[in-house]
């Protein structure tokens, strides 16, 4: 069984996981937060589903349209506004997309978002 209290990191540690607990708080309601990002209440999911990419995330207390969607074929952005806060941020997505293939959904405050991914980069043989 191991002693804490001989941890050499353990301060260190300690000292991390206060100024994080530090800028939780800050992000979740203390004045000038509110251009922060996706905070703790939002999550981000990118599925890779055969040919087609799917990126699904919470935004509570956003309204269909406030929400703003740019892509350009390797990076969505995604900029919504709700009551209390704003929302702005980058996806870098896994795959590269046909941009113009997109198509949005935003029902319950979940908004889904899907694409056609590309081929990948053909090889080139140097002869």
């Known amino acids: 069984m191991r002693d804490d209290r001989d941890d050499p990191f353990g301060d260190i540690f300690d000292e991390i996981e206060r100024m994080m607990s530090e800028m939780t708080g800050a992000a979740a309601g203390e004045a000038g937060a509110g251009d922060a990002g996706f905070g703790d209440e939002t999550h981000v999911a990118v599925y890779e589903?055969?040919?087609?990419?799917?990126?699904?995330?919470?935004?509570?207390?956003?309204?269909?349209?406030?929400?703003?969607?740019?892509?350009?074929?390797?990076?969505?952005?995604?900029?919504a506004a709700g009551a209390s806060r704003r929302f702005d941020e980058r996806v870098r997505l896994p795959?590269?997309?046909?941009?113009?293939?997109?198509?949005?959904?935003?029902?319950?405050?979940?908004?889904?978002?899907?694409f056609d991914a590309l081929e990948p980069s053909a090889d080139i043989d140097v002869e």
Do not use: M, W, Y
């Open 49 to 79: 589903e055969g040919e087609t990419l799917r990126l699904v995330a919470d935004l509570p207390g956003v309204e269909k349209e406030s929400i703003d969607l740019q892509c350009d074929g390797r990076t969505l952005t995604v900029s």
């Open 95 to 114: 795959v590269r997309v046909d941009e113009h293939s997109a198509s949005a959904s935003f029902n319950n405050g979940v908004l889904e978002v899907t």
